[in-house]
């Protein structure tokens, strides 16, 4: 079974003893690790079709894990069983995560561990516009960036440099992402000819070098 760097990254942030709903959870690697590593007690591997359920289940019996791993039909939230205290939700796009999480008690959650793919920074100013506080990011590079963030109920401050580029991550993976998207607001500045877009293009390149150079 190959694991991704993504979903180890993700694992990690499990905390020790929890009980666990991952939702989208596909073939169910991150719920069985999760176990086996001694992170989660119980996982409930939620999926809204029946056809990635089949194959988290076939993980969930050659891994040995089917008195703690436990495969849920569910749309979203939905039928997520109430001792679950810790809510993992990746691989999806922010209208859907948020599709999940809006609207619904989530009271039951002491935490959150959230990635989506792109968006993220759509994602961080819903999470404090709704009462959410993110305690942890973390950014990797597998193929993709992929940014992780870590969440609980709460209120937090953010200014719109926090909102862009968050208040945790630091170091050479987040130095070379930003490098990244510089090198492609740069290219998009060759063809633009708005000159209200290209002066917050302009403002943004120099946020980024402030952020890249400390």
């Known amino acids: 079974m190959r694991i991704s ?7 990690k942030l499990i ?9 989208g959870c596909d073939h169910a690697y991150l719920s069985t690790l999760a176990v086996l590593h001694g992170k989660a007690i119980k996982c409930y591997a939620c999926d809204i079709a029946q056809g990635p359920l089949e194959n988290a289940k076939k993980t969930i019996r050659d891994m040995n894990c ?6 849920v039909l569910s749309n979203g939230l939905e039928k997520v069983p109430q001792d679950a205290d810790v809510c993992v939700i990746s691989g999806m796009g922010f209208e859907t995560l948020k599709a999940i999480l809006e609207d619904r008690d989530l009271s039951q959650f002491k935490s959150f561990i959230l990635q989506i793919n792109g968006d993220v ?4 100013k819903w999470l404090i516009a709704h ?7 973390r950014i990797i590079h597998e193929g993709h960036f992929y940014t992780i963030l870590v969440v609980q ?3 937090d401050d ?3 440099e926090d909102y862009i580029f968050g208040k945790y991550l630091q170091g050479s993976v987040f130095k070379e992402y930003w490098q ?5 607001i740069q290219e998009i500045l060759q063809n633009m000819h708005d000159q209200k877009q290209m002066d917050e293009l302009a403002q943004l390149l120099k946020m980024i070098q402030r952020k890249t150079d400390a």
């Open 5 to 11: 760097k993504r979903i180890r990254e993700i694992e």
């Open 158 to 160: 953010y200014s719109e």
């Open 121 to 124: 920074y759509d994602l961080r």
């Open 15 to 23: 905390p020790e003893g929890s009980i666990v709903a991952d939702i």
């Open 131 to 137: 009462d959410m506080k993110i305690t942890d990011e």
């Open 180 to 184: 990244f998207r510089k090198q492609k």
């Open 66 to 71: 089917e008195d703690r791993v436990f495969p």
């Open 153 to 155: 109920h709460g209120h």
